[in-house]
């Protein structure tokens, strides 16, 4: 199986602020690496496709690059709504496997 | 608009069996495949397996690839999780998922509410 590791595992922030989380694939990993933000509660969201493609509806101001096995999110400006867990996620190969989250908090 | 509705929470014994159900609205669901994704309590996301749709073909994880069936009923858009000889660890939140495929990029587009699923005897 293909382990997804991310960093920081939790990270506080201001409003404003750039905030980078990093996902490291086991194994290469090519383009076929996803972001999704989840909300307490609610079901993930897909925020990123194919490492770089910003899912429609996705404000602009969240990112992500990296290839091979490596990949970075970005939020180039951090909003309140964006207190959240976000999760990488390999589909390269099944088992399907994702990080094991970034919880973001707003100070 | 596209939906993914599932049914409703329970409540099963240790070595019971769960079936939930994720109706589709919305779209053409035999153009898309249905993932299904669980959450235990305060933990990540763990993929449990996978449906085409359209052929009927699955693929599982390892840890429930002996207890798990993902099924679909082409009449009523509908897919299903069954998950059998329920353990305590089973206990979790479990999505279905839209596993819609761009290129050969796969993402999950559309998820469901989540069914909160809890083993206790």
């Known amino acids: 199986d293909i382990q997804m590791t991310q960093s920081p595992s939790s990270l506080s922030a201001s409003v404003g602020d750039r905030v980078t989380i990093t996902c490291r694939a086991s194994q290469t990993n090519s383009i076929y690496l996803n972001w999704y933000q989840q909300k307490p509660g609610k079901a993930p969201k897909l925020l990123i496709y194919?490492?770089?493609s910003l899912e429609s509806g996705v404000p602009s101001r969240f990112s992500g690059s990296g290839s091979g096995t490596h990949f970075t999110l970005t939020i180039s400006s951090l909003q309140p709504e964006d207190s959240a867990t976000y999760y990488c996620?390999?589909?390269?190969?099944?088992?399907?496997?994702f990080g094991q989250g970034t919880k973001l908090e707003i100070k | 608009q596209v939906q993914l509705v599932q049914s409703g929470a329970e409540v099963k014994k240790p070595g019971a069996s769960v079936k939930v159900s994720c109706k589709t609205s919305g779209y053409a669901f035999t153009s898309y495949g249905i993932s299904w994704v669980r959450q235990a309590p305060g933990q990540g996301l763990e993929w449990l397996g996978w449906i085409s749709v359209y052929n009927g073909n699955t693929d599982y994880g390892q840890k429930v690839q002996d207890r798990v069936s993902v099924t679909t009923d082409t009449s009523t858009s509908t897919a299903y999780m069954e998950l059998r000889s329920l353990r305590s660890d089973d206990t979790a939140v479990y999505y279905c998922a839209r596993d819609n495929c761009r290129g050969s990029y796969c993402v999950f587009d559309i998820w469901g509410q989540g069914t909160k699923v809890t083993v206790s005897s």
């Open positions: 194919a490492a770089a």
């Open positions: 996620q390999q589909s390269y190969r099944t088992p399907y496997t």
